[in-house]
């Protein structure tokens, strides 16, 4: 590898691992800066070490990823014995929170699965139990991004250096 082949490498594993690190902390979008890295080597580099196969493989990982996140917001409270209100109300809590920071992202699914869970009449212990699946949902859609993320990454040091 070139100088330059060897710097452009190097921003892209750490845009990846700034990536990484977004899906932790839901600060930045993990999985499709990840990809955006991914995408812009490949441009940079006209397609040498990666190919567009590979690129369809991460949009398809980070489309994959992203439903993920939602589904088991969803999932995760009608597995709490939430209705459909309170799993509506986790998922839209997540979009809500997106949008207004990292706390929040943890705090709105819990607290929009409550509240459409009272609001369609269930009691307050089934609606709180809707909440606790919305932040069980949110950790474990955090770690399918956290792999799928690893694995991205994991593919791509390897299609580069091997």
Known sequence: MS??????FA????????????VILPILPGIPLIFGA????AILTRFENIDLYLILLFAGLTVFGLIVDYLANYFSVKKMGGSKAGAL???IGLIVGIFLG???IIVLPFVFAVTFEL???????????????AFVGLLFG?????????VMVGIFV???LF
Request: proline content about 2%; aromatic content about 8%.
């Open 38 to 41: 991914a995408v812009l080597y």
């Open 89 to 91: 109300g986790a998922v």
């Open 11 to 22: 921003v892209a594993l750490l845009v990846m691992i700034i990536g990484l690190a977004g």
């Open 142 to 150: 955090g770690l399918i991004r956290f792999i799928i993320g690893c």
């Open 158 to 160: 390897w299609k580069i």
């Open 102 to 104: 990292v706390v929040w």
């Open 119 to 133: 609001i369609a009449g269930s009691e307050s212990r089934q609606a709180l139990k809707s909440g606790m699946g």
């Open 3 to 8: 100088v330059p082949e060897v710097i452009l």
